[in-house]
């Protein structure tokens, strides 16, 4: 049976990612992203599934500062359309709500109903550990934006169903395992996560990144990050749609080699399906 970590609690969405790519696995819920991707580098999980991008909201920053020193290999992707319901407590009512509680990043993806509801937002460290403090609290002037799933593990009542944004909300979440387990070139869509750091020398990022224009590989993600106080250097994150197998692909690597102090395959794994439709 696979172990699996998340942050988050049951009926997180972190958790329904999690049973859905590990169906009969293990849970193990975790307070922090830290504590989750702690927990396969020590060998309690053998993978953490970590939310990484979302369609409205960008990027997870605290995530992003973790995988580079992290250790851990990106074996899979998976997206999730988010639904965000708001609940509270059996026969409360919505004039009744003062206060909504939830995670930061699902209150900035329901911002027009918060906003017509006028209510006051309360951040909790995860949507339904919002839920499950609304449970607790047993008080009809507060409510949480959650999960569907919440509802009915804390016991509460939808009040307004589907209050997300963008109903094409998505995020993306990936694995993460000590091992590296690259999918074989099987000719599938593929993607191939690297980091490295540029010479610090004029128009480096430039140089590095040229190779994948002249041998028509699609990048998709780019991301920097500051190494430490001042000037120096910066690391990169990318994500490259292609294997590393590839003629085209290990050309354009070779070249970013060669204009880099440093480069790092954090992981190649199967496309998700998601990044076939439309």
């Known amino acids: 049976m696979t172990t699996v970590s998340y942050q988050g609690e049951a009926g997180s969405n972190s958790a329904t990612a999690a049973q859905a790519l590990y169906p009969g696995g293990s849970e193990l819920p975790c307070t922090s992203f830290e504590q989750a991707l702690d927990a396969v580098t020590l060998g309690t999980a053998d993978v953490a599934v970590i939310p990484v991008d979302n369609s409205a909201a960008g990027r997870v920053a605290d995530v992003h500062h973790l995988l580079p020193d992290s250790?851990?290999?990106?074996?899979?992707?998976?997206?999730?359309?988010?639904?965000?319901?708001?609940?509270?407590m059996p026969g409360a009512a919505l004039e009744q709500v003062e206060c909504v509680r939830s995670h930061v990043h699902a209150l900035g993806q329901c911002r027009k109903v918060l906003r017509e509801g006028g209510w006051h937002t309360l951040v909790s460290d995860d949507t339904a550990g919002a839920a499950r403090e609304v449970a607790e609290l047993g008080d009809p002037r507060h409510a949480a934006l959650a999960p569907p799933a919440a509802?009915?593990?804390?016991?509460?009542?939808?009040l307004k169903p589907e209050v997300e944004d963008d109903p094409d909300n998505t995020t993306r979440f990936v694995v993460?395992?000590?091992?590296?387990?690259?999918?074989?070139?099987?000719?599938e869509?593929?993607?191939?996560?690297?980091f490295f750091s540029v010479?610090?020398?004029?128009?480096a990022l430039y140089k590095t990144l040229?190779?994948?224009?002249?041998?028509?590989?699609?990048?998709?993600?780019?991301?920097s990050y500051q190494m430490g106080a001042g000037l120096n250097a910066s690391r990169f994150y990318v994500e490259i749609e292609g294997h590393?197998?590839?003629?085209?692909?290990?050309?354009?690597?070779?070249?970013?080699?060669?204009?880099?102090?440093?480069?790092?395959?954090?992981?190649?794994?199967?496309?998700?399906?998601?990044?076939?439709?439309g």
């Open 176 to 187: 993460l395992s000590r091992d590296a387990e690259p999918a074989p070139e099987q000719g």
């Open 199 to 203: 010479r610090n020398i004029p128009s």
């Open 151 to 158: 509802a009915t593990l804390y016991g509460l009542e939808v």
């Open 71 to 88: 250790g851990l290999f990106i074996v899979a992707e998976y997206f999730l359309a988010i639904r965000f319901d708001l609940m509270g």
């Open 189 to 194: 869509p593929t993607m191939t996560s690297v």
């Open 244 to 277: 590393p197998d590839d003629p085209r692909v290990a050309l354009a690597l070779n070249e970013l080699a060669y204009f880099s102090t440093e480069v790092r395959v954090l992981g190649v794994y199967p496309a998700h399906p998601y990044r076939l439709k």
């Open 210 to 223: 040229g190779g994948f224009a002249t041998s028509g590989v699609n990048l998709t993600k780019i991301e």
